[in-house]
């Protein structure tokens, strides 16, 4: 995977963002970019690069964010960092370009209550139906047993 | 006019080794529309490997998959030891390896036995479970276990092969390989089993890069990714990997490119045990780990395996993400089963080598 040539290409698609490479192990880079610039980032990935395999969404409740790294694989590791507010998590979905991206979004719609918008089949995948309560990835989730001590 | 009749297949189905919910929608004979639901399984390992320690969930993250075990501990071992800077011994690293290559021979047999099950071949069935022995022997004999081996630690493994093991070994993977063969002339020249898995689950290469569908399933639509080869992670850097390919798309490819990859594992397996280097097999590693992440993939028999692991810097994980192959190719499904006959939904649905419980986590 060229990165720095994909560098230059995001930097070209979104001039009013600062884009910076970060590496981590295993052969991995990590670049951020504001959750309005997704949708453009991922579509420049798939239509002047080489970079087409989606390996999956994670998504993590931080402090004072939800992030969400879309981790892509082309001979190489990209992964692409966006935080979102806690208490208006919303991003524009990824499923009308790539796909196989509807089930991690609809998991990550589920374990941590991130509504995407225009995505075409959101329902849960995971939860039951009746589900109550948080979503179970989110902080204030408690596991039961750490709910009947802090009783 | 005809009418349209949704039957639902699971959560509790005959057909079904693990639960999932299908509601299918007939016309007739055909399928027209379907509907997925997942989660009967879910035993929510991502929020509960938080509380614990990272050597705790070494043994809750081999317990994601009951047939891939060995393959999870790995990636997430992998992942762990390139965050503590760790090297693991050369021959921690080969014995690693040769796990996973008795895992996939196991894995692929096993599901070879369940096609043909679904098919009504009773006998391919009976003979793949039967050879398959000979490879859960083996690692039983290595490890003490069957299926959950327990071989991976965070700095190697706790296995060793000795040398009064080792032709005793040889010998018997000699033994599988010639019977993996015969099985494999089965898949390319019997009737029964052609006529019930060819053109049926059909994938073209576009639609694998669209769904990012990985594995065997992707390989057999002419798709040539394998991490083993792409990726270079264990021992893999230092064997010669020949990666299965078919081009027809459909359930028989998918067949065929399994049994070659069971052959293939075989053959490197041998190479493993042969050149397998002097040495340590493990190095000792710290409780704590140092703040950061990681990003760790593996070829699991079903295909790429991802875990993301971040540490806050105390002696349990922060965040570990699991993503298993078999969620890529459940995506398919739904384009795979429209316009097919009842009959062969559950050709299409072994196809893709279920493991549910590796999905639900």
């Not at chain 1, 941590?112 to 204030?140: K, M, N």
């Not at chain 2, 762990?80 to 921690?92: C, I, K, Q, S």
């Not at chain 2, 069957?146 to 010998?171: E, K, Y």
């Amino acid at each position: 995977m060229n990165i720095p040539r994909i560098l230059e290409l995001l930097q070209e698609v979104l001039p009013a963002a600062r884009l910076e490479v970060q590496t981590v192990p295993i052969d991995e880079h990590f670049i951020s970019l504001p959750p309005d610039n997704l949708h453009a980032a991922v579509r420049a990935l798939l239509e002047r690069s080489d970079v087409y395999h989606l390996s999956t969404i994670t998504g993590q409740d931080l402090d004072g964010q939800i992030e969400l790294l879309y981790h892509f694989w082309q001979g190489g590791g990209l992964t692409l960092r966006t935080g979102l507010p806690r208490d208006r998590a919303r991003i524009e979905t990824i499923t009308d370009l790539i796909p196989g991206a509807s089930f991690y979004e609809r998991e990550i719609a589920e374990m941590l209550g991130v509504t995407f918008l225009g995505h075409p089949d959101p329902q849960p995948l995971f939860l039951p139906e009746d589900w109550e309560g948080d979503p179970p990835l989110r902080r204030e989730f408690a596991l039961p047993e750490e709910r009947e001590e802090g009783e | 006019m005809s009418t349209r009749i949704t039957i639902p297949i699971g959560p509790q189905h005959p057909l079904l080794k693990e639960p999932l919910s299908f509601m299918i929608t007939v016309e007739g004979e055909r399928v027209v529309d379907s509907a997925l639901r997942l989660g009967y399984v879910h035993r929510g390992i991502e929020r509960l490997c938080q509380t614990k320690t990272y050597v705790q969930n070494l043994h809750l993250f081999e317990r994601v998959c009951g047939i891939c075990s060995h393959v999870h501990t790995t990636a997430y071992c992998q992942g762990v030891e390139a965050l503590l800077g760790l090297e693991v011994p050369l021959r921690g690293l080969y014995l690693r390896t040769l796990l996973c290559e008795l895992e996939r021979v196991h894995s692929h047999l096993l599901w070879l036995g369940v096609l043909g099950e679904n098919i009504g071949f009773q006998t391919i069935f009976m003979y793949a479970w039967r050879d398959r022995e000979i490879a859960l022997d083996i690692m039983e004999e290595l490890s003490g276990g069957r299926v959950t081996h327990s071989g991976n630690v965070i700095g190697g493994v706790r296995i060793d092969v000795g040398d009064a093991q080792f032709s005793s070994i040889v010998s018997r993977l000699n033994d599988l390989e010639q019977r993996v063969e015969k099985l494999l002339g089965v898949i390319q020249h019997e009737r029964t089993l052609r006529v019930r898995t060819q053109g049926i689950g059909y994938l073209s290469p576009e639609e694998i890069r669209r769904y990012c569908v990985v594995g065997p399933v992707a390989r057999a639509s002419g798709v040539d990714v394998d991490l083993r080869r792409d990726c270079k992670y264990a021992a893999y850097g230092r064997l010669h990997v020949n990666v299965a390919l078919a081009h027809e798309g459909d359930v028989w490819a998918r067949t065929l490119v399994r049994a070659r990859e069971a052959i293939e594992s075989l053959r490197l397996c041998r190479q493993l045990l042969v050149g397998l280097p002097e040495g340590p097999t493990r190095v000792r590693a710290p409780r704590r780990v140092p703040p950061g992440e990681v990003v760790s993939r593996a070829e699991a028999p079903r295909g790429e395996l991802l875990y993301y692991i971040r540490s806050d810097g105390s002696d349990k994980p922060a965040r570990v993400k699991i993503r298993t192959p078999t969620l890529t190719s459940l995506i398919t499904v739904h384009d795979q089963l429209e316009g097919v006959e009842t009959a062969d939904v559950s050709v299409v649905l072994s196809g893709i080598d279920l493991c549910i419980a590796c999905v639900d986590r």
